[in-house]
């Protein structure tokens, strides 16, 4: 039997199909809860926008989560979440969490040496949101924008010559880190691919299990009493509903309703 | 002074950024005209979407631009254009331009061995446009498929290290072509790298170029007259108007009004 909190929906977002990541994790660990899930695909990509943009695409999503009645927001798009957090968080009446302080802390748990490496799209690793925090640990870090990483999923390439000439390109000039954060949501469907380059011996941290966990841990989470479903996915999107959910195909498909919305800014009466 | 026939806008439409390079070519070499340019940006990419999606697509926006007052229409994308021609010239009343057959016709002129090649989108290679009516012309055809130059090019990239690396994986087992035709509208801000990996003794051709010069002498083009102006250009997006905006940088850049359409279908009265 679900518990009065959890019939409010929790809200999800990203720039795309990228967050069906952080969607798949927090389903696993709240199975019983609704979800709005927002895909600006109208907007995508995020990653190499200026910051200010970003911020603002992230106001007006949280803003239309909440009008839906949300009661808590999880960023689940790592340029979002570094261009707009801590400032989203201090503002908005609801609990907002990004990928990027649980990816920290998992690696901050993980690494041994005190080494740590993170790579995500040139506007997350630009804007040095993982870097500060991760130094503000006392760790040292080495970061690596790779820009393509994400279209090598979106194309069906994860597995496939041109993953391994990229990921060898983008990775081979690490230092001896031993833990390595994986800082783009799309970045796991590449895990197979960055696996062989960096070895067994480095700790791979992906932020859509890190934050899933800790959402879980705050909201805490009742299993699916018998007889009962699974919580519902309603899936927004500023882009076309039909290319939405051919791209989802390559993440591992969409459950739940498509709808599509022409704006997120909210109704003018 | 403009002809009465000059006086009706070229409707030239594409996924998203890639067909301004057309436009651009266009305007070289029919200046006095105005344009009207469809990015169907919230649904880009077109290549590697379903055949039967895109020949809609395309349907709806010739329609689109048909009822904007356009008198003649340039399918600016290869996959669009392998996808719905020649079904859709022969169903409307106005001129319809792919970028596929004016691209032909320019490798059959420039071949002295007549083995040529050609690469695109994996939509466009798949469709077999090109290959069919290269063979059909009697000419010997090597067809490779390059599905992150897009992604290159619109991640500033066209000048990176990982141009190089993609350039030489798709390019270093082509057999001893003499012409090569760069069958996709964002491949011509890659040509300095695909030209340092083909050398400089193969031919290489784009489409942009090609299909102007076929418009210009179909519809014939008078120069802009002393104190007169160039033709405009109104650019319709599906998806954010500011996105488009800033993409558009890595081609070149926006002139013009840019208006966010919510659909292209008709309106329904």
Known sequence: MRTEAEQHPIGVFDSGVGGLTVLKALRKELPARDYLYVGDTARVPY????????????????QFLMDKGAEAVVIACNTASAASLPRLADEMPIPIWGVVEPGVNAACKLTRTGHVGVIGTRGTIDSGAYQDRLRARGLRVWAQACPLFVHLVEEGLAESEEAELLAHHYLDARPPI???ILGCTHYPL???VIRRVVGPETAIVSSAEAVAT????????????PGHQPGK???FVTGDAASYRHTAHQIGGVEGEIVKVDSLAPAVA
Chains 1, 2 share one sequence.
């Open 178 to 180: 031993d833990t390595l």
């Open 190 to 192: 590449l895990e197979n």
């Open 47 to 62: 990653g190499r926008k200026p910051r200010e943009m970003v911020e603002q695409f992230a106001w007006e999503i949280t």
């Open 214 to 225: 800790m959402v879980r841990e705050t909201l805490g989470a009742a299993p699916i009493a």
């Open 233 to 235: 996915v309603t899936h």
